[in-house]
């Protein structure tokens, strides 16, 4: 069975049919998704070189409905997504407990490979909803651990990465434990939600779209959550790789 939360690469011959096309097919509105810029695309000239505008739409919810088929005019296929967070389905609370001892342990002996004394605590991450819901944050204390964090988060992430690759190996099951240092990530969430809020504003009150610092996926995702159910905003992203950004776009309200 298909993951409905699944990302979605959609082709049309412009950006705004690629996008259409995409969420006709997944049955979702524009404030559902997080929608992202592949390819621009090119008319060419005199219809030659013409390119298709690519875009990667993201379903920040699953579709109430019976998903529309796609328009003639765009072709769809699953984005590749070797990382994929996103559980199949909800963790029971002895699961999640389960992760977390087995965690401890995969990290602490990470840790020690590394050659790193430190002490790990475990609290339950903030994911705004009820505490029993919430997935385990093992969370690393100790002195000189900025080389654990890395540029923008990118070795926390690695180091993430890494753990829940050997806790699925041994439960035999996708997992969602969340390693930290220092409480960097939770730290982080508040920086960006705010940073989010702030440029919404500034959208809004200028009337033109404003541009981020280009950010790793996990934090672009922040944005496009704080913002989803912004009525007078939008939220792109648009750029290759480490230059990928957020886009904000303020949304004029009918007349």
């Known amino acids: 069975m298909s993951n409905p939360m699944q990302p979605i690469e959609v082709k049309g011959p ?3 049919e690629a996008i259409e096309g995409g969420l006709a097919q997944l049955g979702l509105s524009r404030n559902d998704v997080i929608i992202e810029i592949v390819e621009e695309g ?7 070189g013409a390119r298709e505008a690519v875009v990667r739409l993201t379903p920040l919810r699953a579709a109430v409905t019976t998903p529309i088929s796609p328009t003639p005019v765009a072709s769809a296929r699953p984005a590749t997504t070797p990382n994929d967070d996103a559980p199949d389905r909800p963790p029971t609370e002895e699961e999640l407990d389960e992760e977390a001892t087995v965690g401890q342990d995969v990290l602490g002996e ?11 605590s475990l609290e339950r991450a903030d994911n705004d909803g009820s505490p029993e819901d919430s997935p ?3 969370d690393i204390h100790g002195p000189n651990l900025g080389g654990l964090i890395g540029r923008r988060g990118e070795t926390l992430e690695a180091i993430q990465y890494i753990t829940r690759m050997i806790i699925n190996h041994r439960l035999q099951r996708r997992t969602t ?3 930290d240092v220092e409480g960097y990530k939770s730290r982080r969430v508040d920086t960006l939600k705010k940073l989010a809020q702030r440029m919404a504003a500034q959208a809004r009150q ?3 779209a404003v541009t981020l610092e280009p950010m790793p996926p996990n934090e672009r995702r922040i944005v496009h959550l704080t913002l989803q159910d912004d009525q007078t905003v939008r939220t792109e992203s648009s750029g290759e790789g480490e230059r990928r950004k957020v886009t904000i776009i303020p949304v004029t309200p009918p007349q």
């Open 14 to 16: 412009s950006l705004e």
């Open 42 to 48: 090119s008319r060419g000239m005199l219809g030659i």
């Open 110 to 120: 990470l840790l020690k490979h590394m050659g790193i004394r430190a002490k790990i």
């Open 136 to 138: 385990w944050a093992l």
């Open 177 to 179: 434990i969340i390693v």
């Open 206 to 208: 200028v009337g033109k």
